[in-house]
């Protein structure tokens, strides 16, 4: 059997990955008695972790959110900072980092107190991050529809449609899913009786049931292969261009957004993969080197767009120099 802190580190990952926990499964997954368990859910409780305790048939255990910032070595204004991070790394387009940008922000988001929560939705909303591509999704919104995907719980909201009144629905959600630069949650409809993909930047006050579902089949080969269908969502562009810079340089300035190998003294390819050319553009512009597209030819013309479009702003004044 492992030890108290050992097993309490174990306990609070488990807390962490699903909304609830009868104590049996939770003693069984830890290898303790109930009553062993009880007391390392005291010790959690002294350290400032708010652990909910229920009795009943339905009774159990749950990680909520606390009155104050639980000690996870971090201080508030890192906390803040890797929330919004971790929110435009969910919308960020970037292949294989959206699902596990949303895993933490939900653990994170999941423990905030309201007053930094509030932080967060404001500085994402008033930001604007090359990381970003489409409509910004609030943390809250995204949190809780990714919870009720993974507790397989109904969910209510207000959804308004593109050119329609706004509804209120109910769903049993399967999947969140991240395409042209947008969330969708894909999820059966209870009223219309019919799968549908709910863009979340119309999505309004989520709401957990309490209900739970067997998850029913989808009608497709996977939820990204049905938001593709339904929305005709754009495919990904993969930008590869020569930069004339170190390959250190251009890796500290923008390695988090694609893959940098070098190609000789003082230069190197980056490839970039993203539903939206802008922010390749944006990336590029930061680095403040040259460099030559090696493909694809869209993003040739889409810089020479933006750099008519910066001739026009400069004016007749610029021309005249």
């Given at each position: 059997?492992?030890n108290?802190s050992?097993?309490?580190?174990?306990?609070?990952?488990?807390?962490?990955t699903?909304?609830?926990?009868?104590?049996p499964?939770?003693?069984?997954?830890?290898d303790?008695?109930?009553?062993?368990?009880r007391?390392d859910i005291?010790r959690?409780?002294?350290l400032g972790?708010?652990?909910?305790?229920?009795r009943?048939?339905?009774?159990?255990?749950q990680?909520a959110?606390?009155a104050?910032l639980?000690?996870?070595l971090?201080d508030d204004?890192?906390a803040?900072a890797?929330?919004?991070?971790?929110g435009d790394?969910?919308?960020?387009?970037?292949?294989?980092i959206e699902?596990?940008a949303?895993?933490?922000l939900?653990k994170?988001?999941?423990?905030?107190?309201?007053?930094l929560?509030a932080?967060?939705d404001a500085?994402?909303a008033?930001?604007?991050?090359?990381?970003?591509?489409g409509?910004?999704v609030?943390?809250g919104?995204l949190?809780?529809?990714?919870?009720a995907c993974?507790d397989e719980?109904?969910?209510?909201f207000?959804?308004?449609?593109?050119?329609?009144?706004?509804?209120e629905r109910?769903?049993?959600?399967h999947?969140?899913?991240?395409?042209?630069?947008?969330w969708y949650?894909v999820a059966?409809d209870?009223?219309?009786h019919?799968?549908r993909?709910f863009?979340?930047?119309?999505l309004t006050?989520?709401?957990?049931?309490g209900?739970?579902?067997?998850p029913?089949?989808?009608?497709?080969e996977?939820?990204?292969a049905?938001v593709?269908?339904s929305?005709?969502?754009?495919?990904?562009?993969?930008?590869?261009v020569?930069?004339?810079?170190?390959?250190?340089?251009?890796?500290?300035?923008?390695?988090?957004?694609?893959t940098?190998e070098?190609a000789?003294?003082?230069?190197c390819h980056l490839?970039?993969?993203?539903?939206?050319?802008d922010?390749p553009?944006q990336a590029?512009?930061n680095v403040?080197?040259?460099?030559?597209?090696?493909g694809p030819p869209?993003?040739?013309a889409?810089?020479?767009?933006?750099?008519?479009?910066?001739m026009?702003a400069?004016?007749?004044t610029?021309?005249?120099?």
């Amino acid at each position: 059997m492992a030890n108290t802190s050992s097993r309490a580190l174990r306990l609070l990952s488990l807390l962490q990955t699903h909304r609830h926990w009868t104590g049996p499964d939770l003693a069984d997954r830890l290898d303790v008695s109930e009553r062993t368990l009880r007391r390392d859910i005291d010790r959690l409780r002294e350290l400032g972790y708010p652990v909910q305790a229920s009795r009943g048939t339905d009774g159990g255990y749950q990680l909520a959110p606390g009155a104050v910032l639980p000690p996870l070595l971090l201080d508030d204004e890192e906390a803040v900072a890797l929330a919004v991070g971790m929110g435009d790394a969910a919308q960020s387009g970037i292949g294989g980092i959206e699902e596990a940008a949303v895993r933490a922000l939900t653990k994170v988001v999941q423990v905030l107190p309201p007053r930094l929560r509030a932080r967060v939705d404001a500085l994402r909303a008033m930001t604007v991050s090359p990381a970003s591509a489409g409509p910004i999704v609030a943390a809250g919104v995204l949190t809780a529809v990714a919870q009720a995907c993974r507790d397989e719980e109904r969910l209510r909201f207000g959804y308004a449609a593109r050119g329609a009144a706004p509804t209120e629905r109910e769903v049993e959600p399967h999947r969140l899913v991240a395409q042209g630069g947008r969330w969708y949650l894909v999820a059966y409809d209870l009223t219309r009786h019919d799968w549908r993909s709910f863009r979340l930047d119309r999505l309004t006050d989520p709401r957990p049931t309490g209900a739970r579902f067997l998850p029913r089949k989808l009608p497709a080969e996977d939820a990204a292969a049905f938001v593709h269908t339904s929305v005709g969502a754009p495919a990904a562009h993969t930008v590869r261009v020569l930069v004339h810079a170190p390959e250190a340089r251009v890796r500290q300035m923008v390695g988090q957004w694609g893959t940098v190998e070098p190609a000789g003294e003082d230069r190197c390819h980056l490839t970039m993969i993203s539903t939206s050319l802008d922010w390749p553009t944006q990336a590029l512009g930061n680095v403040g080197a040259d460099f030559e597209v090696l493909g694809p030819p869209e993003f040739t013309a889409h810089l020479l767009e933006w750099g008519t479009r910066f001739m026009r702003a400069s004016g007749p004044t610029a021309e005249g120099r």
